[in-house]
């Protein structure tokens, strides 16, 4: 068994790479690695998609806001929080992070279009990636408290879905019996926790 005495001697090298769908939506890949220990190990799919943010939101009676919207890859209706893709000036839905709108931004946005409601109460809780495992894309993760409405739903033409409120005990509910089913979203909602406490 290999000793690996430093972090660079587990990087693998990437050494060719098939971009089997480059649009404006994906960038999606597949490569041949070598192994730190020389092996090569080939095909590996990965994708670049675009960076987004999810808002954990409270209204201003403690209640959180939440949207249920069908989710093609388990073709299911989920309960989740608002959320959203960082806006690019570019027109493309991955690559340089200096081309897209701030991550608060993007998460005041998502909130009001996705729900009407706005909150001057921000607290960024993380930025983390989304699966480092396969994505190259980052999850930026907020709290927005004392939300207010303001105005009515503007979705996207892609986006159907409504606008549910829970209570703190509800989502812990929906969490344990496998109805809260998007994970950086529970990520987020125990990392709100931490501040409510």
């Known amino acids: 068994m290999p000793n690996y005495e430093d972090d660079k001697d587990l990087v693998w090298e990437e050494i060719e790479t098939e971009h089997i769908v480059q649009d404006e939506w994906i960038n999606f890949r597949k490569s041949a ?3 730190p220990d020389g092996r090569v ?4 799919y990965s994708y670049s998609r675009r960076d987004y943010t999810v808002i954990v939101a409270s209204d201003e009676e ?5 949207v249920r919207q ?4 388990i073709k299911e209706v ?8 960082i806006e690019r000036t570019d027109g493309k839905e991955y690559g340089d992070r200096d081309a897209t709108e701030t991550a608060l931004d993007c998460a005041k946005r998502e909130l009001l279009e996705e729900t009407g409601y706005e909150s001057s109460d921000w607290t ?3 930025t983390i990636p989304s699966n480092a495992t396969i994505a190259d894309n980052y999850a930026y993760v907020f709290m927005a408290r004392k939300c207010r409405k303001t105005g009515e739903q503007h979705l996207d033409e892609t986006e159907c879905l409504n606008v549910v409120k829970h209570t ?8 344990h019996c496998g109805k809260f089913q998007q994970s950086v ?7 709100a926790k931490e501040k409510l406490d």
């Not at 403690?62 to 939440?66: D, H, K, P, T, V």
């Open 124 to 126: 960024h809780l993380l």
């Open 62 to 66: 403690g209640n959180f806001i939440c």
């Open 78 to 85: 989920t309960t989740e929080f608002p959320a959203g893709g």
């Open 33 to 35: 690695y070598r192994y």
């Open 168 to 175: 703190a005990e509800e989502i812990e509910d929906l969490i």
């Open 185 to 191: 979203h529970v990520m987020a909602w125990l990392l």
């Open 41 to 44: 190990f080939a095909p590996y």
């Open 70 to 73: 069908f989710r093609q890859g």
